[in-house]
């Protein structure tokens, strides 16, 4: 099972360039989310998406927008990105709900973005 | 605000070595709790979990998790550390909701 998937790997952008993350996951989960990982500071997540058609901020939203493509898909753009922006972006997914449906966070292999 | 607290940043041990790894959450309600461990170059993967039932989890490689509810706490536990358990390790949890929030990690370096 190829369960999350992110792309790209690896990204360098230009102060003010725009580019947006894709994650897709085949699990058929109902939630996905977004996270960046800094040194020191663990997992932040930046926003979410409870259920296909809906998405919500979570901890540092600041830069970013989500699109909740479909059930599978969960984009996450940079519409100018800054130095501060530098970081390696986690794309998860999970089930919530009760007894046999909660599962843990699955994650996709991260991408690391460079802005210069 | 839910908050995930990760109390050693840094952790060296050597080989056979045990190891606790406190963990405090910021939440009265009910709460999901979770390890996950990320090698060097690698994504997170899951050590352990807790969502009900007996407070004392097991995980895979020998790890072990303890639910204390009155301390908010969800310590990580494993009697012998190997060389290969170099990695780092976050706590997380999953407060009535959607989102689940991370502590900073703990960095663990083990002496062969």
């Known amino acids: 099972n190829a369960g999350v998937t992110q792309t790209p790997k690896f990204q360098v952008l230009k102060t003010g360039q725009s580019m947006t993350l894709q994650c897709a996951q085949d699990m058929n989960h109902n939630s996905m989310y977004w996270y960046r990982q800094d040194p020191g500071m663990g997992l932040r997540l930046i926003y979410y998406?409870?259920?296909?058609?809906?998405?919500d901020k979570g901890e540092v939203p600041n830069g970013y927008n989500v699109s909740r493509l479909n059930k599978r898909e969960f984009s996450l753009r940079l519409e100018s990105a800054a130095p501060s922006q530098t970081s390696v972006y986690f794309c998860a997914s999970s089930e919530f709900g009760t007894g046999a449906m909660n599962t843990e966070a699955f994650f996709g292999q991260g991408t690391r973005l460079t802005v210069v | 605000a839910q908050s995930v607290s990760q109390h050693n940043h840094h952790v060296i041990l050597s080989e056979a070595a045990s190891l606790e790894l406190g963990c405090n959450y910021s939440y009265g309600g009910t709460v999901n709790l979770f390890w996950y461990v990320q090698y060097p170059g690698q994504h997170l993967q899951l050590l352990l979990k807790y969502f009900s039932g007996d407070p004392l989890v097991k995980g895979i490689k020998g790890f072990e998790a303890e639910f204390i509810k009155s301390k908010f706490s969800f310590n990580l536990r494993k009697p012998s550390v190997q060389w290969s358990d170099t990695a780092e390790y976050f706590c997380a949890a999953r407060t009535g909701g959607f989102k689940t929030i991370f502590g900073a990690g703990t960095r663990l370096f083990v002496k062969a």
């Open positions: 998406s409870a259920s296909e058609g809906t998405t």
